[in-house]
């Protein structure tokens, strides 16, 4: 006696979850390569040629290294009074980028090299001097479309802004003198309540917008 009963087995069903398990393997492989390209970012440096030239505006110190970012900029200037002990600060103009419970870090924003901006990265203009740290560590000042200050130690975002600005320039869209991105070697930086102090003791003052 036979088995009249059909078989309730779908002959498509193998082959669709081989198609499922090589849609999830490519899925793995396009997300581990995304995750890669991520952790190949590093840190925006400055050159050995102009390196040189930041030398001999500002002893080479590599403390005070500061991580991979790009965030907002208090924005926030202060000026160093004219007798101050170090002479990087004497009548030093600096911005500060983070101001709060756990210290302070600022970029001189006054002190240029004889060194050019294309030598870090392609931007016109020229090199700047930020501080007496990490010398050797470039720093990018720039506006975002909304006009607010940022700053970045990315090395891919500070790609990323010299290739637009260099291609807006191309096509006759290029941006104001203020908003092109200032390159910086090297940053000053405060420890907790450091620059309270400084600024109550009139080491520094606090500039308005304009100054």
């Given at each position: 006696?036979?088995?009249?009963?059909?078989?309730t087995k779908d002959p498509a069903a193998p082959s669709q979850r081989r198609d499922a398990l090589i849609g999830a393997a490519?899925?793995?492989?396009?997300?581990?390569?995304f995750a890669l390209s991520l952790h190949a970012d590093r840190a925006a440096t400055v050159p050995g040629?102009?390196?040189?030239?930041?030398d001999t505006v500002v002893p080479r110190?590599?403390?005070g290294p500061l991580p991979i970012l790009d965030q907002p900029c208090d924005g926030s200037k202060i000026r160093g009074r004219h007798d101050l002990a170090e002479p990087l600060f004497r009548d030093a103009v600096y911005v500060l980028c983070r101001h709060g419970r756990h210290g302070a870090i600022g970029l001189r924003i006054d002190l240029p090299t004889e060194a050019p901006a294309s030598a870090v990265y392609t931007l016109p203009g020229t090199l700047f001097v930020g501080g007496p740290l990490a010398?050797?560590?470039?720093?990018?000042?720039?506006?975002?479309?909304e006009g607010g200050l940022r700053w970045t130690t990315s090395h891919r975002r500070a790609r990323t802004l010299a290739r637009n600005t260099t291609l807006r320039a191309l096509v006759g869209l290029g941006p104001e003198p203020d908003a092109i991105p200032k390159v910086l070697a090297g940053h000053a930086a405060?420890?907790?309540?450091?620059?309270?102090?400084?600024?109550?003791?009139g080491a520094w003052i606090l500039l308005d917008e304009g100054g």
């Amino acid at each position: 006696m036979t088995d009249s009963n059909p078989s309730t087995k779908d002959p498509a069903a193998p082959s669709q979850r081989r198609d499922a398990l090589i849609g999830a393997a490519v899925l793995a492989v396009v997300g581990l390569l995304f995750a890669l390209s991520l952790h190949a970012d590093r840190a925006a440096t400055v050159p050995g040629s102009a390196l040189q030239v930041v030398d001999t505006v500002v002893p080479r110190d590599d403390r005070g290294p500061l991580p991979i970012l790009d965030q907002p900029c208090d924005g926030s200037k202060i000026r160093g009074r004219h007798d101050l002990a170090e002479p990087l600060f004497r009548d030093a103009v600096y911005v500060l980028c983070r101001h709060g419970r756990h210290g302070a870090i600022g970029l001189r924003i006054d002190l240029p090299t004889e060194a050019p901006a294309s030598a870090v990265y392609t931007l016109p203009g020229t090199l700047f001097v930020g501080g007496p740290l990490a010398t050797t560590r470039a720093v990018l000042l720039y506006r975002d479309p909304e006009g607010g200050l940022r700053w970045t130690t990315s090395h891919r975002r500070a790609r990323t802004l010299a290739r637009n600005t260099t291609l807006r320039a191309l096509v006759g869209l290029g941006p104001e003198p203020d908003a092109i991105p200032k390159v910086l070697a090297g940053h000053a930086a405060w420890g907790p309540g450091q620059l309270e102090a400084e600024l109550g003791a009139g080491a520094w003052i606090l500039l308005d917008e304009g100054g």
